[in-house]
């Protein structure tokens, strides 16, 4: 665990809006999805899609030694915003929405490669972006489309369960399975067993600005964790 907080030291998290910064964000992701055989290659060596633009969406980078090493896509979802590309390989799901339930959305879950040769958990350092998004929007349900064999990642640190079988996904190689997490029921367990997760006043870098978005999202202010 000590390790994590060691690592926050030394990386800071960064909301990405402008184009430059997001080309790069495109580049890590290729480079990460190719690496790992899990999409084919490009001409261009990015990956990108239309949800980049989504209203709805947030790009969060972690940056060390200048340069971004790890990175996240958030779309957050509504009844009024029901907009991402997990809601459009899992329709079913939008029956939860429509009872007026909020998920996050969490796609495109990269480190650089190489960088695990370092040994440092850069995989729990992004982690912490869409848990701190679930409690900085309180949103009800968050969700992990993700392979089966990082399904027990998912299960340990977040509390998620498996939802729906795997199935095509756009762009990639590999098919993809619908975990998903209740916020209500797994925050304070997962804040309890793994303290790094939460806000760390301690580490004034760890923490991240997420912007308001269109809709009815709100920050909601949590108090930091006495751990660190």
């Not at 964000?25 to 261009?44: G, H, M, Q, V, W």
């Not at 992004?126 to 900085?136: E, G, H, K, M």
């Not at 009800?140 to 640190?157: G, K, N, P, Q, T």
């Amino acid at each position: 665990m000590q390790k994590v907080f060691d690592t926050l030291e030394k990386c800071r998290y960064s909301v990405l809006s402008d184009s430059d910064d997001l080309d790069k964000i495109f580049r890590l992701r290729y480079d990460s999805y190719l690496a790992e055989d899990a999409i084919l290659k490009n001409e261009r060596k990015v990956m990108s899609d239309p949800y980049d633009e989504s209203p709805n969406c947030v790009h969060v980078a972690v940056e060390m030694d200048g340069e971004y090493i790890a990175a996240l896509r958030l779309h957050l979802l509504s009844n009024t915003v029901p907009v991402s590309p997990t809601l459009e390989v899992f329709p079913e799901i939008r029956d939860r929405l429509d009872s007026g339930q909020t998920m996050l959305d969490p796609t495109r879950f990269v480190v650089r490669p190489g960088s695990k040769k370092n040994f440092l958990p850069l995989h729990l350092v992004t982690l912490r972006i869409p848990f701190l998004a679930a409690v900085s929007y309180d949103v009800d349900i968050v969700l992990a489309a993700v392979r089966a064999e990082h399904s027990a990642f998912y299960r340990r640190y977040l509390g998620c369960h498996n939802a729906v079988d795997p199935r095509p996904y756009p762009e990639l190689t590999k098919p993809i399975g619908l975990m998903m997490t209740i916020m209500e029921e797994s925050r304070d367990k997962v804040l309890e067993k793994y303290p790094f997760f939460g806000r760390l006043d301690s580490i004034p870098q760890s923490e991240i600005q997420f912007p308001k978005l269109p809709g009815f999202y709100r920050i909601v202010e949590r108090p930091a964790s006495r751990v660190a």
